[in-house]
């Protein structure tokens, strides 16, 4: 089934489900479900899997025997009618071999803006993450001419239900306890996102 099959299918009273994603085949476009609707982005670019690898491998470095993995482009189960795939994830590792994983397991969720998501990534999905109880989001907005990176660390207010910022949107280096001690040198994953893709960087529309 291809996704125009599937969006010329009935949703449903509450949309489509998550199972429907299923029948859709791998490769090429992501493909997302939030509260029944199905959401259909581009394949990531150069620009975008270099900052993902880049942090991932950030994360990697500094996790040091904990009971955690991380992950990139993992589809993540929130219910029915919601499955998403950030970027980059960190999850328990009793459920790393799960997919899709379980939103219970995430610990951090990251998502790197492209021009095609960023409503996407700064409400909706910051709205989501918080009502399903994952414990920290990074927002990472890409901008051009010059080419910069601007990281947005939140966590999870418990009283509230909501994400609050721990790191307000920055292009410095910034150092957090989530989910290890971990310095994040947000000039240096800028110059590698320019010198992986300097003609990529042309293409991108401010966020």
């Not at 482009?73 to 029915?80: D, E, L, R, Y």
């Not at 803006?113 to 414990?135: M, Q």
């Not at 990074?138 to 909501?162: H, K, N, Q, Y």
């Amino acid at each position: 089934m291809n996704v125009a099959q599937l969006l010329a299918r009935s949703p449903g009273s509450r949309g489509y489900r998550a199972a429907d994603l299923r029948a859709l085949p791998d490769g090429g476009p992501r493909y997302e479900v939030i509260e029944g609707c199905v959401l259909v982005s581009p394949p990531p670019s150069v620009a975008e899997t270099a900052v993902w690898r880049w942090l991932a491998n950030t994360f990697e470095v500094a996790n040091r025997g904990s009971p955690l993995v991380v992950d990139r482009g993992q589809p993540v189960h929130i219910g029915a009618h919601d499955e998403v795939r950030p970027d980059v994830v960190v999850a328990h590792v009793a459920l790393a071999e799960t997919t899709p994983i379980p939103v219970g397991a995430l610990t951090l969720a990251v998502e790197v803006v492209s021009p095609t998501s960023a409503l996407r990534d700064t409400v909706t999905k910051r709205a989501l993450y918080a009502r399903a109880g994952v414990p920290a989001y990074w927002i990472v907005a890409l901008r051009r001419r010059p080419p910069d990176i601007e990281v947005t660390e939140l966590r999870r207010d418990e009283a509230t239900g909501s994400y609050a910022e721990r790191t307000p949107a920055t292009s410095a280096r910034f150092s957090t306890d989530h989910p290890w001690p971990v310095v994040v040198d947000v000039p240096a994953l800028a110059d590698f996102w320019a010198a992986s893709a300097p003609l990529a960087a042309d293409d991108w529309e401010v966020v």
